[in-house]
């Protein structure tokens, strides 16, 4: 199970190309709305989500995804349920992916303390003891981070490498026309 969690102002293309992606690679993704079953992105797009924050198992999910956007990043670091997901997936070593300003909500728990990450140039001042990158895509153990909207596909096919395959991802990257 992947849970990919939406609050108000999340960045589309980041929460919407990795759900399609995953989906596409056959993985149950469910798209956890924070602020409500109806969630607006940052450009207004309004999107409706399979469950809401709290009617889930934060232990449940194998993999956790934080897009970004603002007011998005600063709404998930709000919610108690998000918080507790990160903390249980880290607690048990299962992978979180966070993109764009998300990986701040990691920082500012402590998590990216002597790692490498990468994030939306701007926001490393929130993960003062990382090692920012400024690749699109870095892993660190069992935590996957993504610069912006730009990698939001290279960040998706990163985590069906991971989750799934290699080979996986190559025939997705391939499919389409990445």
């Not at 998590?111 to 001042?125: A, I, K, M, N, W």
């Amino acid at each position: 199970m992947v849970y990919v969690f939406l609050a108000q102002g999340f960045e589309e293309i980041e929460a919407l190309a990795v759900v399609d992606i995953l989906r596409r690679a056959e993985l149950d993704v469910k798209m956890v709305g924070v602020t409500g079953e109806i969630v607006s992105g940052s450009h207004g797009i309004l999107v409706a989500c399979d469950t809401v924050e709290g009617v889930i198992g934060p232990s449940a999910a194998e993999l956790i995804v934080l897009p970004g956007g603002i007011p998005g990043t600063l709404n998930l670091e709000k919610s108690a349920v998000v918080k507790e997901a990160v903390r249980s997936a880290m607690e048990d070593n299962r992978y979180i992916g966070a993109i764009c300003a998300a990986p701040s909500i990691l920082g500012h728990m402590g998590y990216l303390d002597d790692r490498e990450v990468t994030c939306y140039p701007g926001f490393e001042s929130q993960m003062p003891k990382a090692y920012y990158t400024g690749e699109k895509v870095v892993v660190s153990d069992n935590i996957i981070t993504g610069k912006g909207a730009g990698a939001a596909v290279d960040f998706a096919l990163k985590l069906v490498e991971i989750m799934i395959s290699p080979e996986r991802a190559k025939t997705l990257r391939e499919s389409l026309q990445c």
